[in-house]
């Protein structure tokens, strides 16, 4: 069940008062209550998916105390740590990569004119997998390297990973920060906190049904058959499609933000208006932090991170993002997506552009070049393939086949125009007008239940709820 589907609008004011309708003191059956509302919400996209969750979950917890013991008696670890890591990752290695390293290295052998391939696995796969994989990870190596202490309680721990707002597309939360919320009795209700979390909730689902599936309408037009539209529509669906996965991504994320708020709990902050980004390295500060975090953490330190010689650190940050390209997903389109992403980083450390003393023209300027080297990038990760992408870039480029302009009917153009300008409006506002243009914190009562209505407003009118997908409930 997601977000933006009426099921959810429905049955979620149920759940909420289910939940509080439980004593705070029961602070164990609470969580049961959530383990069990989480594990039935995921079984309605496949109920077998839940088995591979489980599996996950019992791989990391058992591996955890084993390792724990195993350091109390003062006993390297570092084997049950590998077989840990090694059982957690054969599920997403299984589903996501089995048939892209099988048809790859199909095609390599063809190059040599030696026929053979492996059967292929025609298996779903599990809803929001690399999420949930990820912050088990996270979670067993904390507990090797003493960070925190190993879970003692199952159903505790249970809940962590599968805790429903953010199972199915992150944010991925660290174990420092969520468990201990799982752990400790909650108030019977947080008002100020359920309000926080219900603003938030309005406006993921505004990013989301207006502004999301709205430009999707437009983006799933052209992409498909780039080939039939002129350089001009290629652009225009291109910056689209930069707008369409911020919006259903953030959308997404706030949404599971204010989900959990509103029951008490604080999950990790995801997305800090990216496009005002003044370089990739801080477009990365901005843009799927939790992945970011975790890259850092598990991938970039490890690895060195700075604290190493000039070249050793431009290869950290390049395997980083490599890593990065890989978990969206298995093809060469997110290889190279990530791939790029690491080359500009390096390239701004030798360059010294990671940060911007140039003041507020040069700012800007340095805004409007990452806004397009990002949105280069996105070309990439949206086409199916490799040829695709560039034949895109290239039609984009050729100025001579810009030819006129494609629009939808006029409600459909007057609905993206309008919805795109609200959620401009908002981020300028925020990022630079923090405490004086405030929608939804206005000091003034009247301000503030007008931006209220108005939103929902257009969420009825005009948005598009069909339950539609989250772009990165597919990674």
Known sequence: MVFNSFSFILVYPFLFLLYYAIPAKRSFWRNVYLLLVSYLLYMQFCAAYALVLLSVTLITYLSARRIADYQKKHRNAGTLLSIGVCLTLLPLLTFKYYNFVNESCTHVLDLFHIHFALPGLNWAIPVGISFFTFQALGYLWDVYYGRIQAERNFWHYALFISFFPSLVSGPINKASSLLPQIGQSRKSFDYEKAVRGMKLLLWGMFMKVVVAERVTLYVDTVFPLYENYSGITCLVASLLYTVQIYADFAGYSLMAIGTGKTLGFDLAENFHRPYFSYSITDFWRRWHISLSTWLKDYIYIPLGGSRCSKIR?????????????????????????????????????????????????????????????VNFAWIIFRMPTLTDAFRMMSRISDTSSWGSLYLPEKSNTLFIIVSVGVLIIKDVTDEYFPTKYRLFDNGSSYVRWLSYTAIVLMILLTGVLDAGQFIYANF
Not at 320 to 345: E, K, P
Not at 347 to 364: D, S
């Open 313 to 373: 650190n431009y290869a950290n940050i390049f395997i980083t993002f490599l890593v990065s390209g890989i978990w969206h997903g298995a093809n060469w389109t997110f290889v190279i997506w990530g791939i790029w992403h690491g080359v500009c980083q390096v390239i701004e450390k030798i360059l010294h552009q990671q940060q911007c003393p140039y003041g507020v023209i040069g700012k800007a300027v340095k805004i409007c070049v990452t806004f397009l080297l």
